[in-house]
């Protein structure tokens, strides 16, 4: 098509949508005229410039016309989907339009396009294209639009609705069909499966929405999910994060709960609750891509909506209960296999380059290849935590998954290249962020709550940052305390280091009675070096002064020697710190002089 003018395009618009609008004159054409006049509005409905005319009423009733959506259906009847190329067309035409042009689609509800979708009869026999592009047009149309949610649960039955598509794509899949007898049409039932799932998302957190803001509704809790201001499915999810934050009594309270649907919601929301639990457990999923791909990531999100307490019966069958968890614990350890770990710390070749104007990526979670992984891990790790709450076998999973009884306690825990290593290296990250805090979450609902327990797994210099952002109380005694016994069964807590997590090696000094004061930094931080002033002892008996004393090794005093250097490292620190630009530090001297607080004067 060659390109037009604005005023070429207008009158070429209103020439094409005056003749499609009166049936004298389209019926005289044939099929294939009809089909490129639909082609052309679509092409140039692209750009909203100059579709004036296609963007009103008169332009949107005779889309619908060409798409079988032109009748007012009976009472009690349905209607038939034409399925043809020229349906297809127009309902391109009618989601490149709710698209580019939101307020197109008040428009269209007011000409009940959603009820006559619903009406659709015949969608067994149609394509997978028909199939998407009446998903995207539901999707487009409830998007963070609360008030169209009554109409399509009341008037539209759209929970059976998007089931019965669900289940015609999983058993295409099932059968072969899909890949079969479809392979000239460029969509797959997969990707149909996965805007559905967007539809089934927008009703069911909009309903959520719905009910929370009722006056005389009993939920009352922030909404983690749906909002008629948000801009964007992600700022959707974001706010799950702060509602999933906060531990509670896994025992009694479901910090999620009063924000998902219940058991009161089951006659309408039951129905697509099914077919999404069955596209996680039987959907083989894309290794190739990168974190957790659609349609799962798009099941997750939806299951998000449900409180596994209340539909217990759905997410843990009695003949499989532990399937659900098994299948959501694949997916948490494969996106964390691709998580890139290897520059999570800056060398002096970035940091140079950062003084140099450049950027260096200063933890796993600024490169976008990271980000990626981590946007598409957050809502899977809420999904666990409310899981977890819920459900103590799966808790148990969880728990034995990631951190067995048999897992080698020589090495640090965030060193461990296995999946329960990276949940620890992500909590140990010094910058935190939504992913380290959802971790958090999740390994503080899998112990119980329980502090000490969790210290004695992972080391509370792995936990301690998390333990200040969520300000929950950490107690030395009371983890002394409970230090009799194991913590799984296996070996011994004394025999653990506590700061760090791992077994007692030659290197971990404590005061000879396996304790290690937990508000004192780690041994590693300051052993000596052989031959220093520090190391040797003062009693001259050639033992080292922690031994002759009984105190830890830092309760020693430091020579002026000692502190000069222990001075220099921490000014180099800062100063590549402040080069990488992860602090901001300046000498307090030199911002004296800046500030002219400090000034030379002459000696007479």
């Known amino acids: 098509m060659q390109t037009l003018t604005p005023d070429q395009k207008r009158t070429r618009i209103r020439e094409l949508v005056a003749a499609l609008s009166e049936y004298k004159i389209y019926s005289k054409w044939s099929e294939s005229r009809i089909e490129n006049a639909l082609f052309d509005l679509k092409t140039m409905g692209r750009d909203p410039t100059g579709c004036e005319q296609l963007y009103n009423k008169q332009g949107i009733q005779m889309l619908m016309l060409h798409a079988g959506l032109g009748i007012e259906p009976r009472k009690g009847q349905g209607l038939h989907f034409p399925n043809t190329e020229r349906a297809c067309e127009a309902l391109t035409c009618l989601a490149n339009m709710f698209l580019t042009a939101e307020s197109t689609r008040d428009i269209a509800l007011d000409l009940h396009i959603m009820q006559r979708l619903s009406y659709l009869v015949n969608l067994a026999d149609c394509s997978p294209r028909c199939h998407f592009l009446i998903a995207r047009i539901l999707f487009l149309l409830t998007l963070r639009k609360p008030r169209v949610v009554r109409i399509a649960i009341d008037e539209c039955n759209i929970n059976l609705f998007l089931s019965q598509l ?24 997969v990707q149909v499966i996965g805007e559905l799932l967007k539809v089934c998302y927008n ?9 929370t803001a009722t006056p005389d509704s009993p939920f009352r809790a922030a909404l983690p999910f749906g909002s008629s201001s948000n801009t964007s499915r992600a700022s959707l999810l974001n706010e799950a994060s702060s509602a999933s934050s906060a531990p509670t009594d896994t025992t009694t309270n479901y910090p999620l709960a009063e924000n998902q649907l219940a058991v009161a919601d089951s006659h309408t929301f039951g129905y697509p609750l099914r077919p999404t639990l069955e596209v996680i457990l039987t959907l083989p999923m894309d290794r190739q891509a990168l974190g957790i791909p659609p349609p799962h990531s798009n099941a997750i999100s939806v299951l998000l909506c449900y409180s596994p307490h209340a539909f217990s019966h759905a997410f843990f069958p009695l003949k499989s209960s532990l399937a659900l968890i098994t299948r ?3 997916f948490c350890d494969h996106a964390l296999s691709m998580l890139s770990i290897n520059d999570d710390h800056p060398t002096d070749s970035t940091a140079s ?11 796993l979670y600024y ?3 990271n980000q990626n992984i981590a946007h598409s891990l ?25 951190f067995p009884e048999d897992r080698n306690r020589d090495v640090a825990p965030e060193s461990l290249d296995t999946p329960g290593g990276r949940l620890v290296f992500i909590l140990a990250q010094p910058m935190p962020t939504p992913l380290s805090q959802s971790v958090g979450n999740l390994l503080y609902n899998l112990w119980n709550n329980d502090v000490n327990q969790l210290v004695a797994e992972i080391g509370y210099g792995n936990i301690a940052g998390y333990l200040v952002e969520q300000g929950i109380a950490f107690s030395e005694s009371s983890f002394q305390a409970s230090q009799q016994g194991s913590s799984n069964g296996s070996s011994p807590r004394n025999t653990i280091n506590p700061i760090t997590g791992r077994l007692f090696s030659g290197s971990d000094r404590h005061n000879g009675h396996g304790e290690v004061h937990l508000n004192q930094p780690p041994p590693e931080a300051r052993m000596p070096k052989a031959g220093s002033a520090y190391h040797r002892s003062s009693t001259g008996d050639g033992s080292s002064p922690s031994t002759s004393s009984n105190k830890p090794l830092w309760d020693t005093p430091m020579s002026e020697e000692e502190k000069e250097q222990e001075a220099e490292k921490l000014m180099v ?32």
Request: glycine content about 4%; charged content about 20%; aromatic content about 8%.
């Open 573 to 604: 620190l800062f100063d590549r710190l402040n080069r990488t630009g992860m602090v901001k530090f300046e000498h307090p001297m030199a911002q004296a002089v800046r500030q002219g607080k400090f000034e030379e004067v002459d000696s007479d």
């Open 367 to 369: 490169s976008s290849f």
């Open 378 to 402: 957050l809502p899977l790790l809420w999904l666990l935590i409310s899981i977890s709450q819920a459900h103590i076998p799966s808790r148990l999973y969880m728990r034995n998954h990631w």
């Open 328 to 330: 959501l614990v694949e």
């Open 203 to 211: 009703v069911a957190s909009d309903y959520i929405s719905l009910r």
């Open 166 to 189: 669900l289940n015609i794509h999983l058993r295409r899949i099932e059968s072969g069909a899909a890949s079969a007898n479809l392979t000239s049409d460029p969509y797959t039932s």
């Open 353 to 363: 380059d950062a003084s140099s104007g450049g950027t260096p990526s200063l933890s």
